[in-house]
C-alpha cells in the first residue's frame, strides 16, 4: 500500500520546491510499496513540461496524480507525455470556449460530448478528437484503478477529488472513430509506400553525402595546417575538385575570429575591433576558431548548372537551430512556408518547426560565433566539426534503422562493451550482432547486423576518441526519451558527445540533415520527412512483401512479441499491390518490357542485409557475382537477374559473354519458331546488361571511395 511521508521528510527531486504550495501537499509526498517517492522518480522531461503548461492550470492536481501512478507502474517518460500533452491541451480549449473557471463547473458528460460530437471546433480532425478522448478515458480509468487498489479508505476520500470523471460513451458511439483509424492508417500507407524500396537509395546517398563532407573537412584541415605552419594571414582562400560523378569545383575561405572581425570592420563596434587586434578574451588563443566561408561552387561541365553543397540551402535560409528566436512576423510566415514545402510542418501552422534544432553542444549547430555573424559574410559561414559529428551519427543511425528496423531507444544503448558488440566466426563465416533491450522487455536481445554497420560504428568511434584526445570514450549517462529511468548506470555510449549521451531530438535532426533535399512524397503529392519509425515500417514492408520473409521471422528482427502488429507494419502499399498486378498482367499478355531495367544502388550491392539467423548455402559463386540468399533458391537457380545476388566486378567478363550467348539464342530461336524462347534470350540479355550498369556504379562507388581532393591554395 503506497503510504504519506511524515512531516519531516521530503523528496530530493531539484523540482520539489517550486511544486510547494502550488499542488495538493499529499499528492507531492506519495510514495511507492519501497517507501520510495514517486516525486524522486519523475523524469525531468516529464515534471517541465507540467511546470511549464500545467502547474496553473484548475486541473493541475489531476495531471499530476496521473504522473505519479504512471511513475509507479513504470511507464515511460513517453508514454506519460503522450497523455499528459492532449488532455492539457483540449482542457484549455473546452474551458475557454464554455468559460469555466474549475473543475467542478466541468463536466464530462456535456462538454466532452459536445466536443466529440463536432458542436465546438468542427476544424478539429476526427483523429484529433478520438486521441483526446483516448487520453483523457485512459488516465481516467488507471488512476481510480490505482487510488482503489493502493490506498487506504481515508485516503481515497482525500484523493477522489482529483480524480477525472469517467465518461460514460467510449470512442465507438461516435462516427469519427472509424473515420480516425482510416485516415492514419491511409497517411502511414501512403508515406510508406513512398519510401519503401528506396532504402537501399537513402543508404547509398547518406554515405555520398559523408564522403563528400569528409572530403570538406580534410580539406579544411589541411587549409588550417598551411595556416599555422606557414604563419599565413587569414583569410585564406582554397578550392579543390569534387570526383568526375559529382562534376563540380568548390570555393572556400578560410577565417580565425580576430580575421574576420578585422576584414569585416564597417560591422562591427569600435570596441570589438580593439579587442580583436590584441587578441583578447574571446579573441584570445586559447578561445580562437577556424571556420570556412563557403563562397560557391562551379560545374565542371560548363553547360549545367553546380549544385553546390548539399545542406548549404539550410544556411542560407537560416533554419539550423532555434530559427525563431527575433524573427519578424513576415519572416516567421516565410520560414514556415518554406518549412511546409519540405514537409517539416503543416500548412496554415502557427507553429515553428524545428526540425535542425540538435539541442546538443558541438552536433550540428555552429558555434555561437559563427552563427552570430553569418548574415555579415559574403558566402555562408560553416562550422566543420559540428557538421561531421551530425552526419556521421547520422548515417549510422540510417544505416541501423534501414537493415535492423531497430527503435530510437534501442539505437542509443549501442555502448563499447563486449556485452553489447559481439563478432562470432562459425564455420568461416562472421556474424555481426548487437545486444540491447527492446521495448517492453527487461533483458537484453540479440539484434543481427552487418560488417558495414560495424564499419561505421568503428568510424563513430574514431571520431570520438579524436574528439575526446583519448583511446577511450567516457561513460556517460543515458539521456533518451522514456527509458532513463531503466538505464542509470553510465556506459561508454556510442551516441555521445561532449561528455554527454545524444538524446532523441540530436539523432533525428543528424539525419533529417543528412538526407535534407531528397524529396519524397505520397502519390497525392503531399511530401514526407523521413521519420525513424517510419523507416521501421518501410523495413518491415520491404521485408515481408518485396523479400518474402514470413512474419515470424520479421516479427523476431522486430522484436515484436505480436504477429498482429507485425502484420499491420508490413501489409502491402499500393505501389506493391499495383507492382504485383502488373506481373499478373504480363503472365496473362505473355509480355516482356526488355526496355525496363531497375538498377540496384551500389550501397546494396556491397553490404546484403542478413535476413534470418540459420544461414543456407551463403557465399555460392554464381554467373557474374556471389549469391547471398540465406534459405531455399526462390528463382530455381536462375541467377541472372536474381536480387539476391552480389554482381562483381572481377566477374564482368561472364556477363559479357552472356550477351553474346543470348543473341546467338535468339536467332536460332526465332529459326526453330520459339516465340517464348527468344523472349527468354532477349530478358537474358537484358538482365546481363542490367547487372553490367551495376557493377559500372560499384566500380565509381569504389574509386570515389579513395578519391583525395587536391586543395589549391590562392592568397
Known amino acids: ?112 460530448y459536445q466536443y466529440l460530437k463536432g458542436e465546438v471546433f468542427p476544424e478539429h480532425s476526427p483523429h ?27 485516503q481515497q476520500s482525500h484523493f477522489k477529488r482529483f480524480l477525472f470523471k469517467q465518461p460514460s460513451f467510449t470512442s465507438r458511439d461516435f462516427s469519427f472513430n472509424k473515420l480516425a483509424i482510416e485516415t492514419r492508417h491511409h497517411t502511414r500507407k501512403s508515406e510508406t509506400d513512398a519510401i519503401v524500396g528506396s532504402l537501399p537509395k537513402l543508404r547509398a546517398e547518406g554515405h555520398f553525402r559523408w564522403n563528400q563532407l569528409e572530403r570538406l573537412r580534410t580539406s579544411f584541415l589541411k587549409a588550417c595546417e598551411k595556416a599555422q605552419q606557414t604563419n599565413t594571414e587569414l583569410p585564406l582562400d582554397f578550392n579543390y575538385a569534387e570526383p568526375e560523378r559529382v562534376g563540380e569545383h568548390f570555393y572556400f575561405r578560410l577565417w580565425d575570429k580576430p580575421s574576420f572581425v578585422l576584414h569585416h570592420q564597417e560591422q562591427f563596434s569600435e570596441h570589438t575591433i580593439k579587442i580583436a587586434q590584441r587578441r583578447y578574451r574571446t579573441y584570445s588563443v586559447d578561445n580562437n576558431q577556424y571556420f570556412v566561408e563557403f563562397i560557391r561552387a562551379e560545374s565542371t561541365n560548363g553547360e549545367e548548372e553546380a549544385e553546390g553543397l548539399w545542406f548549404a540551402e539550410l544556411f542560407t535560409e537560416g533554419v539550423i537551430g532555434q530559427w525563431s528566436q527575433n524573427a519578424t512576423e513576415e519572416e ?62 547520422g548515417l549510422l543511425a540510417l544505416d541501423i534503422f534501414t537493415t535492423t528496423g531497430a527503435r530510437i531507444n534501442e539505437l542509443l544503448q549501442l555502448s563499447r562493451t563486449p556485452e553489447c558488440l559481439k563478432i562470432v566466426q562459425e564455420n568461416n563465416k562472421v556474424y555481426y550482432s548487437f545486444y540491447v533491450v527492446p521495448k517492453g522487455r527487461d533483458e537484453v536481445e540479440a539484434y543481427y547486423a552487418t560488417d558495414q554497420t560495424f564499419k561505421l560504428i568503428a568510424r563513430v568511434y574514431k571520431m570520438l576518441k579524436k574528439h ?71 523495413f518491415a514492408t520491404e521485408a515481408v512483401q518485396r523479400g518474402d520473409m514470413s512474419l515470424d521471422i520479421v516479427a523476431k528482427i522486430l522484436h515484436h512479441r505480436n504477429l498482429t502488429t507485425t502484420a499491420y507494419y508490413s501489409e502491402p502499399t499500393s505501389s506493391i499491390i499495383g507492382e504485383k498486378v502488373g506481373e499478373l498482367h504480363d503472365i496473362i499478355l505473355d509480355y516482356i518490357n ?122
Open 1 to 112: 500500500m503506497s503510504k504519506l511521508t511524515i512531516a519531516n521528510e521530503t523528496p530530493t527531486f531539484p523540482f520539489y520546491h517550486q511544486l510547494i504550495g502550488k499542488v495538493d501537499n499529499q499528492i507531492l509526498h506519495l510514495r511507492d510499496k519501497r517507501n520510495v517517492f514517486l516525486l524522486d522518480k519523475v523524469d525531468d522531461y516529464n515534471i517541465k513540461y507540467f511546470l511549464n503548461n500545467v502547474l496553473t492550470q484548475p486541473w493541475n492536481n489531476h495531471v499530476l496524480l496521473g504522473m505519479l501512478i504512471a511513475v509507479d507502474k513504470q511507464l515511460t517518460s513517453t508514454s506519460i507525455k503522450s497523455t499528459q500533452a492532449p488532455i492539457n491541451v483540449i482542457l484549455k480549449e473546452l474551458f475557454d470556449i464554455f468559460q469555466l473557471k474549475n473543475m467542478n463547473e466541468f463536466n464530462v458528460e456535456i462538454h466532452f
Open 128 to 154: 484529433k478528437r478520438m486521441y483526446s478522448l483516448k487520453a483523457y478515458s485512459s488516465l481516467a480509468y488507471s488512476c481510480k484503478r490505482w487510488v482503489t487498489s493502493n490506498l487506504s479508505i481515508k
Open 332 to 393: 516567421l510566415k516565410c520560414k514556415r512556408e518554406w518549412f511546409t514545402s519540405w514537409g517539416y510542418g503543416e500548412e496554415d501552422s502557427s507553429t515553428n518547426p524545428i526540425p535542425f534544432l540538435s539541442q546538443h553542444k558541438g552536433v550540428l549547430t555552429s558555434s555561437f560565433f559563427v552563427s552570430l555573424h553569418q548574415d555579415k559574410a559574403q558566402g555562408t559561414l560553416l562550422d566543420i566539426e559540428p557538421l561531421y559529428a551530425a552526419v556521421t551519427f
Open 468 to 538: 575526446y584526445k583519448s583511446n577511450e570514450i567516457p561513460k556517460v549517462k543515458y539521456r533518451g526519451k522514456g527509458r532513463r529511468y531503466e538505464f542509470t548506470e553510465p556506459r561508454p555510449y556510442i551516441f555521445q558527445y561532449s561528455g554527454r549521451a545524444l538524446k532523441d531530438d540530436t539523432v533525428f535532426a543528424s539525419l533529417r540533415f543528412l538526407l535534407h533535399g531528397l524529396r519524397m512524397e505520397t502519390q497525392e503529392g503531399k511530401p514526407i520527412t523521413i521519420k525513424t519509425h517510419l523507416l521501421r515500417h518501410a
Open 594 to 715: 526488355i526496355d525496363e531495367a531497375v538498377l540496384r544502388r551500389p550501397e546494396e550491392l556491397e553490404s546484403a542485409l542478413k535476413e534470418h539467423k540459420e544461414k543456407v548455402g551463403v557465399f555460392n559463386n554464381v554467373l557474374g557475382g556471389v549469391c547471398v540468399t540465406d534459405h531455399v533458391c526462390p528463382i530455381k537457380m536462375a541467377c541472372l537477374g536474381c536480387q539476391a545476388k552480389i554482381p562483381q566486378p572481377e566477374k564482368k567478363h561472364q556477363l559479357e559473354e552472356v550477351i553474346k550467348l543470348s543473341k546467338y539464342g535468339e536467332k536460332r530461336y526465332k529459326d526453330l519458331g520459339l516465340p517464348i524462347e527468344v523472349k527468354k534470350a532477349r530478358k537474358m540479355r537484358e538482365d546481363a546488361r542490367t547487372e553490367l550498369k551495376e557493377i559500372a556504379q560499384i566500380e565509381i562507388y569504389r574509386k570515389e571511395q579513395m578519391y583525395e581532393p587536391q586543395v589549391r591554395f590562392d592568397k
